[in-house]
């Protein structure tokens, strides 16, 4: 009996010592993430003009806030999901400005709106003729542009630089955000529904496979992401062409 109790114990501790190194390659991993997100903002952020280096700290931020509360993030909105119509906040009371600084998969382009007052202004209005569709490309297609959104277009024969003006610089970055601005909503399906963005494209959706494809450009919509009293914020997995 005494063995038989000593066997157990020995089998008690040798479980224990699985799961402290389970445990602590669980903790490695998140921490190897949490410093993934890190360098690649500051990846995206590099040479960033000087009147836009807030949206650096902003961004810091943001990834420090999402590191810190691992476990108990409060009340974020819900993952996207092959249905994300199914999971939609759904408050008259709520503005897209109320619920967009809870989105983190779309955090740096929500920083971008904040300082743009045309913008900002018309996410927080509860005027009937202030309703938006907000098209937000989801962090991981802002870190794949091939340029950045302040920076100039590769056409633009303007004789001023955007690396030399700051002006230009928040022009440029005000002119893609506003490309991502379509001034309804709701915002009905189909080529007959086209509606110009704050930029001046004009854009319309169609369903294909289940998904919300915004044209032209065949831009998929990766889920709503909250429906609103004035508005709906979309998540985008590339962006609205801003050349």
Known sequence: MERSILQQRELIEEHHIIITMRSFRLLSGLAFLSLTSVALSQSYFRNIPPALEHYRELYK???????????????????????????????????????LPKARNINIFASFTRDISSVAGRLESITPG?????????????QALPR???????NDNSGVSAQRSEDKAAQNLQRFVEEHIVPTSPWDEGQDNKVATLGGQELWWETRNGKKVIMPGEIVVDGVLGKVGNGEIWALRSVVNYE
């Open 130 to 142: 202030a309703n938006t569709t907000l098209l937000a490309p989801l962090n991981s297609a802002m």
């Open 148 to 154: 950045k959104p302040w920076e100039d277009r590769p």
């Open 61 to 99: 931020q943001a990834q420090l806030d999402r590191q810190q509360t691992p476990m108990n993030p409060g009340p974020v909105l819900p993952p996207t999901a092959d249905k994300p119509e199914d999971q939609n906040v759904d408050d008259g009371s709520l503005t897209i400005s109320d619920i």
